[in-house]
């Protein structure tokens, strides 16, 4: 390092002065080499590298329980279900902290065990101004409705409200991901990325950063679109890009090929050798990198500058022998390609032949941004192999994790949506049924989250403090979290009482334990001071409940008391400031177990008979008057969706309430019919240990579902029947409504 005596000057007078260096100082004293380099305000190259555990929430080995266990020494049994071996991730949360608990977590071992991670492919929200809204359907037959559920807060919060602050903010969240995807890719994996022309020379900048420019392989043009909307002052937009980058030079890639038209076949197979009738092409001989003279037949040829022969010498004299060499008449030696023995065309980076979704396609699921699976067909063929591992960070409605399983790869997926969570599981239920009845193997897979990663991080203390200290930091912080759910809560604190700690309105409020399901104890503890103190209308707060609740018994014992859920946003600060925070009450299950036949063994069977929610989307009273006269809007309130139309003529309203029966708020049910059977076992590392801990819950072993898709909206509403041994079981009733929001019930049945 040099620096001339008036620079010396210049770098003491910035730094007296407290301000940045001018960034041509990074080179003169850091002797950086990085040729171009894509700076943004905030830029760190520090990344994440918190561990938080995998919770496994839900198993899903076989999309309906009707098939027995085959031989327990192999991978699949007779009908196909795995039994042994990896499990596929389908995992809820932020990103990056899934990415970075992958990397940095025991789970990443597991991994490598298989090969490591061969390919990612993302297509992260990178339009700052689209809708993240859904529409759903409601109902079945001739009730059949529709209405446009709202992205979640945590949605709009993470799409809208953080990204889109503008360039900076989307750069700085993909950057610190993509180097976690670097890092957790397999030395000879790849990754595409796609996006379009809002970041397109962003992305490419950073995926030269991270990977480096000698790792770039292509940029892929696919035409998303086959004729564009009028634009009266450019160009019509039809495409998006896709950028391939590998790991290293030992990348995988597997040529592919589409077949031939007849545009081709006219311009390229236009010779016919006479003896056989077979139309041919004439290639060329050579390839870059220079190489040496060889003979063909008594004629010694030099290959062109920079050029080589692409046979070898013994491969010449039988192409000699057998007339698939000719020469032209200048001299140069050309092959001939048979069209008969032809692979087809081989594809180049401009894909126009994969068309993309529209409304009415079988694959179609709703989402705005959907790909078709063709697309992500061709990516996985070229870049995997059978058995290989893929993962897609944001899965949105699972169309490469389906398109993996189909293709006999392995798959990790994530997103930050419920929605998006509980769509690729009905999806991938769907691969899994479909490749049951074609007598093909399927793979199990698992739903997971980080755990309860934002109350662990709130609660966590400083571990360097003494015992003592340890202690008060503690109980600050508990009293910390009271103080946040009461303000999100909108409620004001209130004092001398045990369990009470605010009050909304005319009604008292308890929150339950941060780190823990509210238990049975607890809401009779919170029943009796009501009771104690004339106390007559109470909500309880709660991130969980106690499996196996019976809240009807709570309410019947002179007391108004509601059951709440806290959303996770509360620990998101812009969200709570903002007032957005949305509690909803707990919903209710109520199912029916049927036993038939006698003797020991006995047949069990669940039958769904009632489900009810209370959920608020949009005033009724607000709407009708911003309604314009002949328009129509659907909301949600007080646990019904709403039709509400105005006359175009008379402007009268009208409310037609489209949740006509207790079920149309079901999207999708399941039953475990031994619940208890199967506890939720996390790794966690420990004084750089890997330990085995028990959370205290079950995982839920999905064995029989119904649900409704697109194209078929009916509902089974009892299951199928499992033959059971005698004895005491916990069967759990999972319903997802048409939130996509998850209830549980656990029902004691004696066999």
């Known amino acids: 390092m040099k620096l001339t005596d008036n620079e010396k000057r210049d770098v003491i007078k910035y730094l007296e002065a407290g301000k940045p260096l001018p960034d041509k100082y990074r080179f003169l004293l850091f002797g950086e080499t990085q040729e171009v380099e894509l700076l943004w305000n905030g830029k760190t190259n520090e990344v994440t590298n918190v561990v938080l555990p995998f919770q496994v929430i839900e198993q899903i080995d076989e999309p309906r329980s009707d098939a027995k266990f085959g031989n327990q020494n192999s991978l699949f049994d007779t009908s196909g279900r795995q039994i042994t071996g990896w499990t596929n991730k389908l995992i809820w949360g932020d990103n990056k902290l899934i990415l970075s608990s992958l990397k940095n977590g025991p789970l990443r071992k597991e991994i490598e065990a298989q090969g490591g991670l061969k390919l990612v492919y993302i297509d992260p929200p990178f339009d700052v101004g689209a809708d993240f809204s859904m529409d759903i359907k409601i109902g079945d037959g001739d009730d059949e409705e529709s209405f446009t559920k709202k992205p979640s807060v945590i949605e709009e919060i993470a799409y809208r409200d953080t990204w889109g602050k503008g360039a900076d903010s989307?750069?700085?969240?993909?950057?610190?991901?993509?180097?976690?995807?670097?890092?957790?890719?397999?030395?000879?994996?790849?990754?595409?990325?796609?996006?379009?022309?809002?970041?397109?020379?962003?992305?490419r900048l950073i995926l030269d950063e991270i990977f480096g420019k000698s790792n770039y392989i292509n940029e892929v043009i696919w035409q998303k679109v086959r004729s564009s909307k009028g634009q009266a002052k450019s160009f019509g937009n039809v495409h998006d890009s896709i950028f391939v980058y590998a790991k290293s030079e030992s990348y995988f890639?597997?040529?592919?090929?589409?077949?031939?038209?007849?545009?081709?076949?006219?311009?390229?197979?236009?010779?016919?050798?006479?003896?056989?009738?077979?139309?041919?092409?004439?290639?060329?001989?050579?390839?870059?990198?220079?190489?040496?003279?060889?003979?063909?037949?008594?004629?010694?040829?030099?290959?062109?500058?920079?050029?080589?022969?692409?046979?070898?010498?013994?491969?010449?004299?039988?192409?000699?022998?057998?007339?698939?060499i000719i020469f032209t008449e200048s001299g140069k030696p050309r092959v001939k390609r048979y069209l008969d023995e032809s692979q087809g065309t081989p594809v180049e980076d401009?894909?126009?032949?994969?068309?993309?979704?529209?409304?009415?396609?079988?694959?179609?699921e709703g989402y705005p941004t959907q790909k078709?699976?063709?697309?992500?067909?061709?990516?996985?063929?070229?870049?995997?192999?059978?058995?290989?591992?893929?993962?897609?960070?944001?899965?949105?409605?699972?169309?490469?994790?389906?398109?993996?399983e189909k293709l006999g790869r392995k798959w990790i997926g994530s997103d930050l949506g419920k929605f998006g969570i509980h769509t690729s599981r009905k999806r991938l239920i769907g691969v899994q049924r479909e490749l049951k009845k074609e007598g093909r193997d399927f793979r199990a897979f698992e739903i997971?989250?980080?755990?309860?990663?934002?109350?662990?991080?709130?609660?966590?203390?400083?571990?360097?403090?003494?015992?003592e200290e340890r202690t008060k930091q503690a109980e600050r912080k508990e009293k910390e979290f009271v103080k946040l759910i009461i303000s999100a809560y909108k409620a004001e604190p209130v004092g001398s009482f045990v369990n009470i700690v605010g009050k909304k309105r005319d009604r008292l409020v308890a929150v339950g334990p941060i780190n823990m399901p509210v238990s049975s104890k607890l809401i009779q503890d919170i029943v009796a001071e009501c009771k104690g103190k004339g106390i007559t209308k109470v909500d309880v707060l709660g991130f969980d409940y106690e499996m196996g609740l019976d809240f009807q018994e709570y309410k019947d014992q002179g007391v108004d008391i509601a059951f709440r859920i806290i959303p996770r946003e509360v620990f998101d600060k812009k969200v709570v400031e903002k007032g957005q925070v949305k509690f909803y009450?707990?919903?209710?299950?109520?199912?029916?177990?049927?036993?038939?036949?006698?003797?020991?063994?006995?047949?069990?069977?669940?039958?769904?008979?009632?489900?009810?929610?209370?959920?608020?989307?949009?005033?009724?009273?607000?709407?009708?008057?911003?309604?314009?006269?002949?328009?129509?809007?659907?909301?949600?309130?007080?646990?019904?969706?709403?039709?509400?139309?105005?006359?175009?003529?008379?402007?009268?309203?009208?409310?037609?309430?489209?949740?006509?029966?207790?079920?149309?708020?079901?999207?999708?049910?399941?039953?475990?019919?031994?619940?208890?059977?199967?506890?939720?076992?996390?790794?966690?590392?420990?004084?750089?240990?890997?330990?085995?801990?028990?959370?205290?819950?079950?995982?839920?072993?999905?064995?029989?579902?119904?649900?409704?898709?697109?194209?078929?909206?009916?509902?089974?509403?009892?299951?199928?029947?499992?033959?059971?041994?005698?004895?005491?079981?916990?069967?759990?009733?999972?319903?997802?409504?048409?939130?996509?929001?998850?209830?549980?019930?656990?029902?004691?049945?004696?066999?």
């Open 170 to 203: 989307f750069i700085a969240m993909i950057y610190e991901r993509l180097k976690l995807m670097h890092d957790l890719l397999a030395e000879d994996g790849n990754i595409y990325v796609h996006c379009d022309w809002r970041v397109n020379s962003y992305m």
């Open 253 to 324: 890639f597997s040529k592919l090929y589409t077949a031939h038209n007849e545009a081709r076949l006219d311009t390229h197979y236009n010779n016919v050798e006479e003896s056989t009738g077979k139309k041919y092409q004439l290639a060329d001989f050579t390839q870059k990198g220079q190489g040496e003279a060889k003979y063909f037949g008594d004629k010694l040829l030099v290959p062109p500058p920079g050029k080589h022969w692409i046979w070898s010498q013994e491969r010449i004299n039988e192409g000699m022998k057998n007339g698939v």
């Open 350 to 364: 401009i894909w126009t032949d994969i068309y993309p979704i529209n409304s009415q396609a079988q694959e179609a």
């Open 372 to 404: 078709p699976e063709s697309l992500i067909e061709r990516i996985i063929n070229a870049s995997t192999r059978e058995g290989d591992i893929m993962a897609d960070f944001f899965c949105g409605s699972g169309t490469a994790l389906a398109v993996a």
């Open 448 to 467: 997971l989250n980080v755990g309860r990663y934002e109350r662990e991080n709130f609660l966590a203390v400083n571990n360097d403090l003494r015992a």
């Open 585 to 751: 009450d707990v919903a209710f299950i109520e199912a029916k177990p049927i036993i038939k036949g006698r003797g020991n063994n006995k047949e069990l069977s669940v039958e769904l008979t009632d489900f009810s929610v209370f959920y608020n989307q949009d005033d009724s009273g607000e709407v009708s008057e911003a309604l314009r006269p002949g328009g129509v809007k659907v909301v949600v309130e007080n646990g019904q969706v709403v039709k509400i139309s105005k006359d175009k003529i008379t402007e009268l309203i009208s409310k037609e309430v489209l949740t006509k029966k207790w079920s149309d708020w079901i999207d999708y049910w399941a039953v475990d019919f031994d619940f208890a059977s199967r506890k939720e076992i996390i790794k966690v590392i420990e004084d750089g240990k890997e330990k085995e801990v028990w959370t205290g819950d079950y995982i839920f072993d999905n064995e029989w579902q119904s649900f409704r898709t697109k194209k078929n909206r009916s509902l089974e509403l009892t299951s199928t029947a499992k033959e059971m041994t005698k004895g005491t079981y916990k069967i759990a009733v999972k319903v997802v409504d048409i939130f996509g929001n998850d209830t549980t019930k656990v029902i004691e049945v004696k066999i």
